[in-house]
């Protein structure tokens, strides 16, 4: 049974990284993908109140645009998307060294702690103690200036976590390779069921994708290669993933999904 398509992604596929979408194109092609107009309009009016678009007209006549924290807050979210294209191309490979990270907030503060920690966990970082973080990526540059005011960190080449030292055993043991795998597999499915959907058009084809990807990668702490099984089963499904992203693309140029944001990049 196909999952049914987030309202949000189907804006979110919309907006260009610059200029604005006509609310009409959004508004069709979510109903031709099966989503109604009230979850669609409901997902713009929390987009619109929480700073990230800007809405100009009313209903289906209207457009919208990022401001400039909606798109810094997009391009966070694509910078997972970027690192897995990076490690899956061989481009990204892992020095061999831990991040530690400290959290430090006073009690007072608890939302803005619950709030950190909610930040880590989304990067991928786990705990390993009270307030104490770990990752095999630097999130310095992913966390705001308000997150590294309260901050300790360091690195290691030596980290030893309850007795266990080997890279690959903690990482198997701090972030277990099954839940993932399981989730790409799904990602498979979504593949395999799109290659059947030859009639449908093709951005909706592109949103089911969008869709299916967004689900895979939710939970993925996008480990280095280095510390997963050889060859690693997600890094197959990302890639058919991209190949069927782009030859959609090119079967629909005069409605680009994902403008600016696709291929992705490390760039800032």
Not at 231 to 251: D, F, I, N, Q, Y
Request: charged share 25%; aromatic share 4%; glycine share 6%.
């Amino acid at each position: 049974m196909r999952a049914a398509i987030a309202p949000r992604t189907v804006v979110e596929a919309f907006l260009p990284a610059e200029g604005t979408v006509p609310l009409a194109a959004v508004y069709d092609t979510a109903n031709l993908a099966g989503v109604d107009d009230q979850p669609l309009r409901l997902a713009i009016r929390r987009m619109v109140a929480a700073g990230d678009v800007v809405q100009a007209g009313r209903g289906r006549s209207g457009a919208l645009s990022l401001t400039t924290a909606g798109r810094d807050r997009l391009h966070r979210d694509r910078m997972g998307l970027a690192l897995a294209h990076a490690q899956d191309a061989g481009a990204a490979p892992w020095d061999g060294r831990w991040r530690l990270v400290a959290l430090s907030v006073p009690e007072q503060e608890r939302a803005l702690r619950d709030a950190l920690r909610r930040d880590l966990r989304e990067l991928g970082a786990v705990a390993v103690s009270t307030g104490l973080y770990v990752s095999p990526h630097d999130l310095a540059d992913t966390l705001s200036p308000v997150a590294r005011a309260h901050l300790t960190t360091a690195t290691t080449a030596d980290l030893d976590v309850r007795g266990t030292r080997d890279p690959r055993a903690l990482a198997e043991t701090l972030w277990p390779a099954a839940p993932v795998r399981s989730a790409y597999r799904t990602l498979a499915t979504a593949l395999a069921q799109d290659a059947h959907d030859t009639s449908v058009p093709v951005a909706v084809r592109q949103l089911r994708l969008a869709d299916a990807l967004e689900r895979a990668m939710r939970d993925d702490p996008l480990l280095p290669l280095e510390l997963r099984d050889d060859p690693w089963p997600p890094t197959a499904v990302r890639r058919a993933w991209g190949e069927r992203w782009e030859a959609l693309s090119s079967a629909a140029p005069a409605m680009p999904l994902y403008a600016g944001w696709w291929p992705p990049t490390t760039d800032g």
